[in-house]
């Protein structure tokens, strides 16, 4: 059975390990959403640390689709060379890297705060206010996609990947519960993966055969009524005959307790998305990434010798521990320092750069 910490190729990309560094905002572009000389360091830390792909934080193909302040933008062809100053970082150290790029349709409370009327499928109660985009818009924004493919293959990215999960704009065209659309882009689930599969078809012609295409994909919703599996298993299925090359698994739009980054209850792991991405193993032939909940080597050893993932994919650990894998590459069996705590989230959640809460709180004498 193949380890985790060896060599291993994702959708013809040669890594050193199974090991990718999920997306992760990090506030720490500037206002126009430049890279920083902060953002650089980050990235340099997390190649240094041993990871074998690091997806970068979301970018914002759109001015519109921006979601939070500092985000990453990848909208104007003058942020290009900032760009390219994390995959300069990323392979100085031996990593890979991809960039996720995003339009947070009505999920921008960002732009909402500054009196702007966000854009959706659907319009569904007042609260953001959004209104239903028009069908040139919607294929305006598609388009911008493809424009953002292009910008990141002249960065020198090795990847791209969508971001499809998170309540985010394709997570919205995907879910009934926020397209109401009865034109082909709404009402049937075919209708409601249309959006996918045309950005997927664009991306991937803007990209060209050598640089791969990944999604982050929110495969189901966790809400009554929401998206099923079963209509997240046939939307993937299409979104591969367009062209897609790699699915990393995590939610779509989730009510209560299920999110995609949950706080633990107690020690025990919980890789919480295992059977849905079992489930993507099953329907389509290409590279699985699972991510959320995985705090050990053996954790990751065994989802990947079962056969439930090809990769495994860390988020918060990362945040903590930039040099985990390095660690455990070095012969340690310790879990990872990272609580599951999420005080991260809320750290970066009001515009804060990106620290782990817990080691904030050791270096101001808190803890």
């Not at 929401?226 to 062209?243: D, R």
């Not at 980054?261 to 991405?277: C, F, I, K, L, Q």
């Not at 930039?322 to 009001?350: D, F, H, M, Y």
Request: with cysteine; net charge negative; charged share 25%.
């Amino acid at each position: 059975m193949p380890s985790v910490l060896e060599p291993a190729v994702l959708c013809g990309l040669p890594l050193r390990n199974r090991f990718v560094r999920s997306a992760t905002w990090d506030a720490l572009a500037d206002a126009e959403g430049a890279v920083t000389d902060s953002s650089a360091k980050l990235y340099d830390d997390l190649a240094a640390g041993g990871v074998g792909l690091i997806v970068t934080g979301y970018a914002f193909v759109s001015a519109h689709g921006q979601a939070a302040v500092n985000q990453y933008g990848i909208h104007r062809d003058d942020l290009i060379p900032g760009l390219r100053r994390l995959v300069e970082a990323a392979h100085r150290h031996g990593a890979k890297i991809a960039v996720q790029i995003v339009h947070a349709g009505r999920g921008s409370a960002f732009l909402a705060r500054q009196g702007q009327v966000l854009l959706a499928p659907s319009q569904i109660g007042e609260n953001p206010p959004h209104r239903a985009m028009t069908d040139e818009e919607i294929e305006s924004i598609i388009d911008d996609f493809a424009a953002a493919a292009r910008r990141a293959k002249e960065a020198g990215f090795d990847a791209v990947q969508l971001h499809g999960a998170h309540g985010y704009l394709m997570s919205q065209f995907l879910s009934p519960l926020t397209n109401q659309r009865q034109d082909r882009w709404g009402g049937s689930p075919e209708n409601r993966c249309r959006f996918h599969v045309e950005t997927v078809r664009r991306v991937k012609a803007a990209l060209g055969p050598e640089v791969p295409l990944l999604i982050k994909f929110g495969i189901a919703d966790d809400a009554e009524g929401g998206a099923s599996l079963e209509e997240g298993l046939a939307a993937l299925s299409a979104m591969v005959e367009a062209g897609l090359d790699g699915v990393e698994i995590s939610g779509g739009i989730a009510r209560g307790q299920r999110s995609a980054s949950r706080v633990s209850e107690g020690t025990s792991e919980e890789p919480y998305y295992a059977d849905r991405a079992a489930a993507a193993k099953k329907a389509v032939n290409i590279p699985v990434i699972l991510v959320g909940g995985i705090r050990t080597l053996d954790t990751a050893e065994r989802l990947v010798s079962s056969g439930n993932a090809d990769f495994i994919s860390l988020s918060r650990p990362l945040i903590r521990e930039p040099g985990l894998i390095n660690r455990w590459s070095s012969g340690s069996q310790e879990a990872a320092k990272c609580i599951s705590c999420n005080k991260c989230l809320g750290i970066v959640g009001r515009g804060e750069p990106l620290e782990c809460g817990q080691e904030r709180a050791i270096r101001e004498g808190r803890l």
